[in-house]
C-alpha cells in the first residue's frame, strides 16, 4: 500500500506538479512522509520536498527522521526555518537530534533557538544515557489544586497544541512538588464544579531523572501507563515520558539483549543501515575472546593425547557432549536473562533457581542419559564401558551446565555486570571445559587403557 | 516500598482491623493490590479480602490475577457476585480468563452474563489465537460524523465510563464501516460548534481481525499509537487494541523469541511460576533434537580415526574451530531474525544480506585466522602446515557460518517456518558438522600422515 503511495508521490515530483505533491504530502501521516524522505528520495532533493509540508506538520516529520537525513536538512535550512524547528520539536526530539549531530552543527542549532529553549535544551543534554531524564520530554499538562474540573478543562484548551500528551495531567503543588495526577477521562466524567483535589489520585507513580530508563519502562508495562512523571531529588516534576517512548525504549532494551546474548557489541542502528565494518568491529571482539578460552579448552585435549591415540572412538563423542551441555546451559540462562529483564526474577531468588535448575537438569539429563546408552549399546556392541562412560558425562555435563546457565547471569547483575553478556556464548566455554574434564577423568577411570 | 505496604495490610488481616484494611486497599493501584493478593495471601484468604474491594475496583483488580487465583475467586463466588464481575470486565480481559478456566467453571461463568455479554463473549471467543481479534477488546468510543464537538465530548462524557479508553474516538458510517478517527485532543482545541466531518482524519491505520497481533503491535511502534482499530472484511469496526495490551504483545513476542532461539519450547507463565516439570517438558525436545544432530557430527569424526591417531594434536583444536563457527553464525542469525521480528527486515533483503554476512566473514574471519596462525607458530614451533591447516579452517569456518546464519532465517520466513527456531543451535550444529569435514579434509591435503 505504502510503496504504490510513494510511487504515485514520485511521479509528481517527476513531472513537476509541485501543486499536487503538497496536497500529497499534507494529507499523509507523519510517519509516512519521513520514511518516503528518507528512504525514496536522493539527498539533494530531501530539503526541497521538506520545504513543502505544512508547517504543523514539518517538526513531527523531521523528529521521525534518521541522524543523516536530519543532519542535511538542517545544512540546507536557512537560519530562520531552522529556528522555526527547533522551536516547533518537543525538548526530547530536540535532545535526541542534537545527540547526533556533528559539533558545528549543534552549534549552528542552538544559536537560533531562543534563550528559554536553548536552556531547557542545555538541562536535557546534561542527563547520563540510559537515565530516565534522557528520555523524558518537558512539554506536559499541570493544574493546581484548587482549580474545578472547568477550569482544568479550559486550561487544558487553551494550552493542550504543545503538549505531547494532555491525557494524563499532573497536579503541582508549591514549589513544583508533584502532588497528584488526574486523567483527563477522569475530568470528563466528573462535574465542572467538581475541585481536582478531590478527584486526584495522590498515589503517584514516578521516577527519578537519575533512574534507569528500562526501569521507567517496566513501570509502563506493569501499571498500563500512557505517561510516567519523572521528579527530581526534592519530588519537583521536572518532564514526562510518553508511552510511544517507552515503547521505543523495551524494543531497543530487548534488542540489545539479544545482541549481548549472541556475544556482540550492541549496534546503534537497524541491520540493512549499519556498514560492514561497523558490523564487523562489533562482532569481532568477543569472537576473540571466546576464541582464545575455545583454545584453552584445546589445551585440555591436549593433556588427555594418549587416552586419544590410544582410543580415538572417544573423540567422536565429543561434539555431542559439548554441544548438549552448551544447549542446556543457554536455555537455563535465556530465562535467567530474561525474567530479569522483565522484573520477574530478582537476586534474591538465587538459590531458588539454582534450586529448580538442579532438578530440571536431573529430569533432563537422566533422559538424555538414557537416549543416549541405548543408542551405543545398539552401535558399539560390546563396548558397555565406553556406553556408561559418555552417559555418566551427558548427565553431569547438563547438571552443571544448568547450575552455570542459572546463576551466573544473577552473579553478574549482583557484581554490577550486564547479565546478557555472561549469556549462552560465555557459558558455553565455561561448560566446554568442565565436561571435556567429567568425560576423560570418568573413561580413565571405567575404560582400561 | 510495596513489601512495606504489604506488611501493612498483613499486620491488619492477622489483628482483624478489616475496616483499616478495606480503607487500604481502596486507596492502593489495582495493580499493587492484585500482586498483594496473588503473592502474600493463602488461598482461603483470597476470596475474603477480594470481597473487601469497592465495586469499582473489583473487576480491574480481577483481571490483573493469573489463571489459578481467577479460577479459585470464581469457585468461591456466589452467581450474583459472578454475574457481577463478569459484566464489570472488559471483554477481552473476560475472554483471557475464559481461555484460562476448566470447562465446567466457563458454563457457570457464562450463566451468570447477560445474553448480550454472553453472545459477545462467544463471538471473540472464535478469533484465531495470536490474531488481532484475540487482543481487541469491544469497548471502544465511537462517533458520528454529523456530531458538533460539543456533542462529540457531551457523548463521551455519557458513555466514557465503560471505555477502555476514550482518547481516540472512530467515527462509524452506515452499517459500521469506519470511516475517521479524531482523539479527544482534537476534540478540546477546536470549538464547540465545529462538525466531526470537518476535524476527523480519514487515514485510519487499522488492521483486520484475522492479521497477525505482532503485525498489529508493530503498528503500535511505528505510528506511536494508542489505540489500534481492527476491522472485520467489510471494514466494519469490531473492536480495537488499546497500547498496554500492544506492549504485552510485544514482551510475550519477544520472551517466545529469546526461548525459541535458546532451543526451548515457549513457555506460557512467568519462569519462577512454571514448574520443573513443565520446564523440563520445554527444554528437552530441542536438546533431544540437537544431540542427534550432534551424533551424526560426532560420525563425521570417526571417519577420520587414522588420522586423528597418526596426529592427536589436531583433535585439540577442534572445539575452538567448532565454537568459533557457532558463535559466528549466530552473531549473523539473531541480527536477522531480530530484524525481521521488528519490520526492519523483509524477506526480499535476502541476496543484500548474503552479500552483506560474507563482507563482514572476510573482515572478521581473516583477523581470527590471522592471530591463529601467529599463535600457533609461536606455540607449535616447526609445525607450520598445521598452523596454516587451523588458520585456513577457521577463515572458511567463519565465511561458511555467517552465510548460513544470515539466509537460514530467511529461508525459513520465505518458507512459512519460524525463523527464531531457526537460529543459534541449529545453526551451530550444521555449521559443526561443515566445519569438521573443512578442518579434516584440509588437514589432509595440507600435512603428510
Known amino acids: 500500500m505504502e510503496e504504490r503511495k510513494f510511487e504515485t508521490l514520485l511521479g ?9 505533491l503538497r496536497a500529497a504530502l499534507a494529507d499523509m501521516n507523519e510517519v509516512d512522509v519521513a520514511q518516503f524522505i528518507e528512504e525514496e528520495l536522493p539527498e539533494e532533493k530531501q530539503p526541497v520536498v521538506f520545504r513543502m509540508l505544512p508547517k504543523e506538520m514539518a517538526a513531527d516529520v523531521f523528529s521521525e527522521l534518521s541522524g543523516e537525513v536530519q543532519e542535511n536538512l538542517v545544512m540546507a535550512s536557512t537560519d530562520k526555518e531552522l529556528s522555526f524547528i527547533v522551536e516547533d520539536l518537543y525538548v526530547d526530539d530536540a535532545v535526541d537530534m542534537l545527540e547526533e549531530l556533528p559539533a558545528n552543527v549543534v552549534k549552528r542549532v542552538l544559536k537560533n533557538a531562543t534563550p528559554a529553549t536553548r536552556s531547557l535544551i542545555n538541562q536535557f543534554l546534561q542527563y547520563p544515557e540510559n537515565s530516565a531524564g534522557s528520555v523524558m520530554t518537558a512539554e506536559f499538562t499541570d493544574l493546581r489544586k484548587d482549580m474545578t474540573v472547568a477550569d482544568a478543562i479550559d486550561h487544558i484548551r487553551r494550552t493542550g497544541e504543545d503538549r505531547e500528551t494532555v491525557y494524563t495531567c499532573y497536579v ?89 546474548m549472541a556475544a556482540m557489541h550492541p549496534s546503534e542502528r537497524p541491520y540493512l ?8 568491529k562489533n562482532r569481532i571482539g568477543w569472537l576473540l575472546v571466546l576464541m582464545i578460552s575455545a583454545m584453552i579448552t584445546g589445551g585440555i585435549l591436549e593433556g588427555f593425547e594418549a587416552a586419544i591415540a ?12 559439548t554441544d548438549t551441555g552448551g544447549n542446556a546451559g543457554s536455555q537455563s540462562a535465556t530465562m535467567v536473562i530474561r525474567g530479569m529483564a522483565l522484573g520477574e526474577i530478582s537476586t534474591s531468588d538465587l538459590l531458588r533457581i539454582l534450586w529448580k535448575e538442579v ?32 552417559s555418566i558425562s551427558v548427565l553431569l ?28 556464548p560465555l557459558i558455553t566455554t565455561i561448560v566446554d571445559a568442565f565436561a571435556l574434564v567429567i568425560y576423560f577423568n570418568i573413561a580413565k577411570a571405567l575404560i582400561a587403557f
Chains 1, 2 share one sequence.
Not at 12 to 20: A, R
Not at 314 to 321: A, C, G, N, Q, W
Request: net charge negative.
Open 359 to 390: 532438578r530440571v537438569a536431573l529430569l533432563v539429563g537422566v533422559a538424555l542419559a538414557g537416549v543416549n546408552y541405548i543408542r551405543l549399546i545398539l552401535t558399539y556392541p560390546g563396548q558397555e564401558m565406553v556406553a556408561l562412560t559418555v
Open 310 to 321: 590410544t582410543m580415538p572412538l572417544l573423540v567422536s563423542f565429543i561434539p555431542m557432549l
Open 12 to 20: 509528481f515530483i517527476e513531472q513537476k506538479q509541485y501543486h499536487q
Open 397 to 424: 555435563t547438563v547438571i552443571l551446565a544448568k547450575a552455570v546457565g542459572g546463576v551466573l547471569p544473577i552473579l553478574a547483575k549482583i557484581c554490577h555486570f550486564d547479565p546478557a553478556i555472561m549469556a549462552s
Open 273 to 280: 543501515k549499519t556498514g560492514v565494518f561497523t558490523l564487523a
Open 172 to 260: 503541582l503543588g508549591e514549589r513544583r512538588v508533584l502532588e497528584g495526577v488526574v486523567s483527563v477521562k477522569d475530568l470528563l466524567l466528573n462535574s465542572d464544579d467538581r475541585r481536582i483535589a478531590d478527584i486526584m489520585d495522590d498515589d503517584v507513580i514516578s521516577v527519578v531523572t537519575t533512574d534507569d530508563r528500562e526501569e521507567a519502562a517496566r513501570l509502563f508495562s506493569k501499571y498500563n501507563l500512557l505517561s510516567l512523571p519523572v521528579v527530581d531529588k526534592e519530588k519537583r516534576l521536572v518532564g514526562i515520558v510518553t508511552v510511544d517512548d517507552a515503547v521505543d525504549v523495551m524494543e531497543e532494551e530487548a534488542t540489545e539483549d539479544f545482541e549481548k
